[in-house]
C-alpha cells in the first residue's frame, strides 16, 4: 500500500472548501445579475439562461463539460499503455462529436426554438411511446456518465489523500448541488468557465516541468530517450518495433474505434449538450460548438502526452510512488497514471495540482449533468405526464428536487460501483454497448422527414438487445467465463460499441420502408411552448418585460431572417466538420500508422511543441476570448456596483451633494439598461 503524498485534511479540504465556495460565488452572482441585470430565476432562466449565451461561453462550457475525469486520467492511461498513439487516438476520437454535433444544435434551433431538452422534440414528432424509450436512453446516458465522473474523481481523492472512497463519492456532488441549485444552467456556463481555465493553466504547469524546467526530465529529447530505455525493457505487443513512439499500434487501434463509437452515445444521446445548444443565442451556437471542439482536442491530447509518457520516462526513477513496480493494471484503470506521475515531478505540489485539477473536472461535468436530468423530469416527465399546466414556481421547484435527489442516488450508486470492482475506465468503454443505438434515430429525428415512428421507437431497443448480446457471446467466446475481467477486454467492447452504432443503419429503413414511409413537416415542433414565470415575477414585484428573454411567453416564432442564418449556418457546419473529421480522423493519425513511422528525437520535439501551441490556441478561445465577447457587460455591471456603492455611501452622509447623488442614479439606470 502506497502512502497518499497528502494528508485527509487535504482532500476534505479542496472537496468540500472548493464546492462551498463556488456555491458562494454563484450565490453572489446570482444576487448581482438580479439587482443589475433584473436576472430573475425563473424555470426558463434556470434551464435556459434566457436562450442568449455568446459564442465564447457556449464555448468554454462545451470545453468544461467534455472534460470528464476520463480526458484527463483515462487519456494519460492510454498514453501509458501504447505511448504516443494513445492521446492522439483519444483526442480525435473524441473530437468529432462535438464538431458534429455543431450540426444538430443548429437544426435544434431552427427546428424548434422553443424546446427545453431534446426530449420534448422527441415527443413533438413522434409521440408517447418514442419519448418514454428516449427518456430513458437520456437518463441512462447521465447515471453513466455521472458515475464514471465519481469513479474516477473518488479513486484519485483517495489515491492522493486517503480519503475513504465512500466519503468523496458522497462528498464530491455536494458543493455542485448547491451551486446548481442557486445558479441553473448560467451556474454551469460560469463555473465551466473557471473550470476550463483552471484546468488548462495546470496542464501548462505540468507540459513546461515535463518538457523544460524538471530537473529530472526537462526537454522532449530526455523523455525521448527515456521511452526508448522503456521500450527496450517491456516493449508493447502490437506496437512497430515495441516502441511508445510510434502511431502504429494493434491494441491502439482498437481503443481509436471504441471510442469514436462510445463517444457519439455520450454526446448526442446527452440532454446537456441539447441543454448548451438552446441556452446559445442562434448565433452563437455554430461557433461555439466549433471553437469548443477544436479547444477541447488539446487537453487530452497534451495533458496525456505530457504525464502519461512521463509515468512510463519516470518509472524507473525512485522519485515515482510505486518504484521499483510498474503501475498494475487495476492502477492504470482507476486512472492513478497522472497523479503518480505528477507526484513524481513536483512531489506535494503535483498532488495538489492533479487533486485541483479532477474536482475542477468532476464537479463542471457534473454540474451540466444535473441540469440534464432536472430539465427531463421538470419538462419531460413532471409537466408533460402530471401538470401540464405547471406555474413556473412549482416547475423551479420539481427542478431542484431532481438536482438535489439525483446527487443523492448517483453518490451511492457510484460507491456500489467501486465496491463490486468496477471501474472509470471499464465505464468509459463500456457506455457506447448501452446508449449508442439511439444515435442515429435521434439524430434523424431532426435531419430526415421520413423516419417514421417504428423506426425511432423500436431501433434503440433492438440496437441494445443485439451490442448487449454482440458484447457478452464474445467475451464468453475468448475467454469462456463471464466476468469483469473478461467483459473488459478490447475485443468484446469494440463489438458491442461497434455493433451498438452500427445496428440501426439496418433497422432504420427497414423499419421505416416496411411500415410506411413519413413525410414530416417539422410543424409540430414549432408548438413547443415556453413556461409562464409571470407569477415568479409578481412575487418578486419584478416587470417581466425588464427580465432578459422572459417576456416571450408560449411562443416565439423564429423570424425570417432568422431562418435564413440558420440554414445558412446548418451548411456551414456540415461542410466544416466534414472537412475537420477528414483531417481528423484520417488524414493525420492514418499515413503515420500505415508507415509504422517511430517518431524520432526532433520530430517528438515538434510533436510536443505543436501540442502546447495547440493549448494556447485553446486558450485565447475558451479563456482569453469570453471576457472579450461580454467586456461590455462587464464593464457596465461593475459600473453600476460602483455607483450603487457611491450612491448608499452618500445617503448615509446627510451633507451630501444632493445634485451629485440624483446624477449618479441616473448613471445607475442608464448602465443597468444599457
Known amino acids: ?174 458543493g455542485v448541488v448547491m451551486y446548481t441549485l442557486f445558479g441553473g444552467i448560467k451556474a454551469t456556463f460560469l463555473t465551466d468557465y473557471v473550470h476550463t481555465l483552471t484546468i488548462l493553466i495546470i496542464i501548462f504547469i505540468f507540459a513546461f516541468t515535463v518538457y523544460a524546467t524538471s530537473p529530472i526530465l526537462g526537454s522532449p529529447g530526455a523523455v525521448w530517450e527515456l521511452l526508448q530505455k522503456a521500450a527496450l525493457e517491456h516493449p508493447v505487443a502490437g506496437n512497430a518495433q515495441g516502441s511508445y513512439l510510434t502511431m502504429q499500434s494493434r491494441e491502439g487501434i482498437i481503443f481509436f474505434v471504441i471510442n469514436i463509437a462510445g463517444n457519439f452515445g455520450t454526446v448526442f444521446c446527452d440532454n446537456g449538450y441539447y441543454n448548451k445548444a438552446i441556452a446559445a443565442h442562434p448565433v452563437s ?57 505528477a507526484v513524481a515531478l513536483l512531489g506535494q505540489g503535483g498532488a495538489v495540482c492533479t487533486l485541483l485539477m479532477v474536482f475542477m473536472a468532476v464537479t463542471s461535468a457534473s454540474s451540466a449533468e444535473l441540469i440534464a436530468v432536472s430539465t427531463i423530469f421538470t419538462y419531460d416527465i413532471y409537466q408533460t405526464y402530471f401538470d401540464p399546466e405547471a406555474p413556473g414556481h412549482r416547475l423551479i421547484f420539481v427542478a431542484h428536487a431532481s438536482v438535489i435527489g439525483f446527487g443523492i442516488f448517483m453518490a451511492g450508486f457510484a460507491t456500489a460501483l467501486f465496491y463490486i470492482g468496477i471501474s472509470m475506465t471499464y465505464l468509459y468503454l463500456m457506455m457506447g454497448v448501452i446508449i449508442s443505438s439511439a444515435v442515429i434515430p435521434a439524430t434523424l429525428t431532426l435531419m430526415w422527414k421520413r423516419q417514421n415512428v417504428v423506426a425511432a421507437t423500436a431501433t434503440p431497443i433492438l440496437g441494445l438487445f443485439c451490442s448487449l448480446t454482440a458484447w457478452l457471446v464474445t467475451a464468453k467466446r475468448e475467454s469462456g467465463s463471464l466476468s469483469v475481467a473478461s467483459t473488459y477486454a478490447n475485443n468484446p467492447m469494440l463489438t458491442g460499441n461497434v455493433v451498438a452504432l452500427l445496428s440501426p443503419v439496418l433497422f432504420v429503413p427497414i423499419l421505416t420502408y416496411a411500415f410506411g414511409v413519413d413525410n414530416y413537416d417539422y410543424k409540430s415542433m414549432e408548438s413547443i411552448r415556453r413556461g409562464d414565470d409571470s407569477g415568479i415575477a409578481a412575487e418578486a414585484n419584478i416587470d417581466l418585460e425588464l427580465v432578459p428573454d422572459a417576456s416571450n411567453l408560449g411562443l416565439e416564432v423564429v423570424a425570417p431572417d432568422e431562418k435564413a442564418m440558420l440554414k445558412h449556418a446548418s451548411k456551414t ?27 524520432s528525437k526532433p520530430f517528438f520535439t515538434g510533436w510536443v511543441v505543436a501540442g502546447i501551441m495547440w493549448l494556447f490556441f485553446s486558450f485565447c478561445c475558451v479563456g482569453l476570448f469570453p471576457l472579450w465577447q461580454g467586456r461590455q457587460g462587464l464593464i457596465a455591471t461593475f459600473k453600476a456596483i460602483k455607483l450603487d456603492f457611491n450612491t448608499s455611501r452618500e445617503a448615509r452622509n446627510p451633507h451630501s451633494d444632493n445634485r451629485r447623488s440624483r446624477g449618479h442614479r441616473e448613471s445607475l439606470d442608464l448602465s443597468i439598461h444599457s
Open 573 to 599: 457546419a456540415k461542410a466544416t466538420t466534414a472537412g475537420m473529421t477528414l483531417v481528423l480522423l484520417i488524414l493525420w493519425p492514418i499515413p503515420l500508422y500505415a508507415s509504422g513511422y517511430v517518431f
Open 1 to 174: 500500500m502506497i502512502k497518499p503524498p497528502l494528508s485527509v485534511g487535504y482532500g476534505y479540504g479542496i472537496v468540500l472548501g472548493l464546492g462551498f465556495l463556488f456555491a458562494f460565488g454563484m450565490m453572489l452572482i446570482t444576487w448581482i445579475l438580479r439587482r443589475y441585470n433584473n436576472e430573475l430565476q425563473t424555470s426558463e432562466l434556470f434551464s435556459t439562461a434566457g436562450r442568449t449565451v455568446k459564442s465564447g461561453l457556449v464555448a468554454s462550457a462545451v470545453v468544461s463539460s467534455w472534460t470528464w475525469a476520463a480526458t484527463l486520467l483515462t487519456s494519460s492511461g492510454v498514453a501509458y499503455r501504447y505511448g504516443v498513439s494513445g492521446p492522439l487516438w483519444y483526442a480525435s476520437g473524441a473530437t468529432v462529436q462535438i464538431l458534429w454535433f455543431a450540426t444538430l444544435a443548429i437544426e435544434l434551433k431552427r427546428r424548434a426554438p422553443n424546446a427545453h431538452t431534446f426530449l420534448e422534440v422527441i415527443r413533438a414528432r413522434y409521440g408517447t411511446y418514442t419519448h418514454i424509450v428516449f427518456i430513458v436512453f437520456g437518463l441512462m446516458t447521465n447515471i453513466l456518465v455521472t458515475a464514471m465522473l465519481l469513479s474516477g474523481g473518488s479513486a484519485v481523492v483517495t489515491s492522493l489523500t486517503g480519503m475513504p472512497i465512500a466519503a468523496a463519492c458522497f462528498l464530491l456532488p455536494v
Open 285 to 341: 451556437a455554430l461557433p461555439g460548438y466549433i471553437m469548443g471542439g477544436l479547444s477541447w482536442f488539446a487537453i487530452p491530447w497534451l495533458c496525456a502526452t505530457t504525464m502519461g509518457l512521463s509515468a512510463l520516462a519516470l518509472e524507473g526513477n525512485p522519485a515515482f510512488p510505486t518504484y521499483p513496480n510498474r503501475l498494475s493494471d487495476a492502477q492504470v484503470s482507476a486512472g492513478l497514471v497522472l497523479p503518480n506521475a
